[in-house]
């Protein structure tokens, strides 16, 4: 059982901290599933859109190499206008956000149109997807930036996909051209549900924005070349880190990928704020719950503790009740017998003197019968703070012995010492001038008998004891005198009377 109200306390602290420290774990492993999930709600999300992006522009490219196909052989070439749109333009091209498909010559006049039998007068010699091929003979599937179409029936932002056309010897005959309006994009990335700030982005691997969500026009078109961000996504063809968009400064957590082999970034990116949203909340409750019980326990432990303290308290009252005299206040014969005991084990060891100064008041029966048993309480009471006011150290201790008898114990004292402190208690008793006209001095009077192991040797307490006895019976021959170190030949002739207890020498007359 805890038996120091400091441990009680210290021990519930622990306990709050074990309890706190489990629900910081907890909560901890709860944030990082909180991340997991929303990571893998937002690879999913980006395998998804990068699948059907992927789908359509590889249909939307078959559809341009089959033109391209087709306008190899003179025959479809030669066909009547209507039979030749059907076999060069396929139902992809008409389908919805796709805009149109056109076939254009060397000088980029328009020369087939899938919207039109009879091609529209327009030159798009200036266009980027045109240069590009005109300029790059092995350039392949090419993506343009956005732009605003020049065609009176298309409206909207688009962008192109448009592949070469080559003579026979390799040389540049134009370029098969289809445009896709980019609210394809908007739509397809409207349907995704990324929280509430939450953003997703297309952009050509130059860094030219396609499309972003939220949606803003203001968006669509500048260059993130440069940024923090796209030189990540630069370096791989996929991966996720935390960043901060330099569109709007939220903090986010980005999943990118290079959609196939198109010139294509498609990125997916959580606010940690809507990450950890539902987290905080949780957090919130369970940090409340756990401070609520952390302060329960503290407050319950200290209120033991201070239960603890009265108790002990009371306990050491208690004891020290046990060990003390009720009247005069010293210790009791109970307690001197065991600090005697202690302090002769520790003068045997250390081979330091021990004194003992047996007291006993003179004449204390005859004080008794003329003034009253509480005048003689008041006496005792008043020679016993003469005793305790005379031995000042930590180690030395007063008792009353029995009756009228007290006994004092001044540990590492020699005989000169412990007289000097008997002659001290002597005097202040006779000065207290407590009148005493049975005694032949007129005032209560004590007589001391000294003892010191350094006077001779000793074979146990009882025989230190018993020789103090013996001083005190030759000084109460005399009354309110000293007595020990004359006594030391009476006292050499008590040889096995250590262990046999002398006749109490206390005043009964």
Request: net charge neutral.
């Amino acid at each position: 059982m805890i038996r120091r109200p400091n441990s009680v306390i210290g021990v519930s602290v622990i306990v709050a901290c074990a309890i706190l420290g489990i629900a910081v774990w907890v909560l901890l492993q709860m944030r990082h599933d909180a991340l997991e999930r929303a990571q893998e709600s937002a690879l999913n999300v980006a395998l998804l859109v990068e699948r059907d992006i992927g789908r359509n522009l590889e249909v939307y490219d078959l559809s341009l190499q089959a033109v391209i196909e087709g306008l190899k052989h003179p025959e479809v070439i030669n066909l009547p206008p209507d039979l030749r749109q059907m076999v060069l333009f396929d139902h992809s091209a008409t389908a919805q956000d796709m805009g149109y498909l056109l076939v254009l010559d060397e000088a980029g006049n328009v020369v087939i149109d899938s919207k039109s039998e009879s091609p529209r007068n327009a030159n798009l010699a200036d266009r980027d997807y045109f240069k590009v091929h005109r300029d790059s003979p092995d350039i392949g599937l090419y993506i343009s930036r956005p732009f605003e179409p020049r065609m009176d029936d298309v409206t909207g932002a688009s962008i192109a996909l448009s592949r070469r056309l080559s003579h026979p010897d390799g040389s540049f005959a134009g370029a098969v051209v289809g445009t896709m309006r980019l609210n394809y994009f908007r739509k397809l990335f409207a349907g995704m549900n990324l929280g509430a700030n939450g953003s997703m982005a297309l952009m050509l691997a130059d860094g030219t924005m396609l499309m972003r969500m939220p949606y803003d026009s203001k968006a669509v078109g500048p260059n993130l070349m440069g940024t923090a961000n796209y030189a990540r996504f630069a370096q791989t063809s996929s991966g996720d880190f935390f960043g901060t968009s330099a569109i709007d400064g939220v903090k986010r957590w980005y999943a990118f990928r290079h959609i196939g082999n198109y010139p294509l970034i498609l990125d997916v990116a959580l606010a940690t704020r809507d990450v950890y949203a539902e987290w905080n909340h949780r957090a919130w409750i369970i940090g409340s719950l756990v401070a609520a019980v952390d302060f329960v326990i503290i407050m319950l432990a200290a209120l033991f503790a201070q239960q603890l303290r009265h108790r002990l308290t009371i306990e050491a009252e208690l004891r020290s009740l046990a060990r003390t005299d009720g009247l005069t206040g010293l210790s009791n014969r109970r307690a001197f017998d065991e600090i005697a005991q202690t302090e002769w084990q520790r003068a045997q060891r250390s081979k330091l003197p021990l004194s003992l100064l047996m007291i006993d008041v003179d004449h204390f029966k005859g004080f008794n019968d003329l003034y009253g048993h509480l005048a003689g309480d008041d006496a005792l009471t008043a020679i016993a703070q003469c005793i305790g006011q005379a031995i000042r150290r930590p180690g030395d201790s007063a008792a009353r012995y029995g009756g009228e008898e007290f006994v004092v114990l001044l540990p590492n004292t020699d005989w000169a010492g412990a007289a000097q402190v008997a002659e001290h208690i002597r005097t202040a008793v006779q000065a207290l001038n407590r009148s005493h006209v049975a005694s032949t001095h007129q005032v209560v009077t004590v007589s001391v008998g000294v003892t010191c192991t350094t006077e001779r040797r000793f074979a146990t307490l009882r025989a230190l004891i018993n020789a103090a006895d013996v001083a005190l019976y030759e000084a109460k021959a005399g009354r309110n005198q000293v007595s020990g170190r004359t006594a030391a030949a009476k006292i050499t002739e008590i040889t096995t009377a250590s262990d046999t207890p002398t006749p109490n020498t206390s005043e009964n007359c």
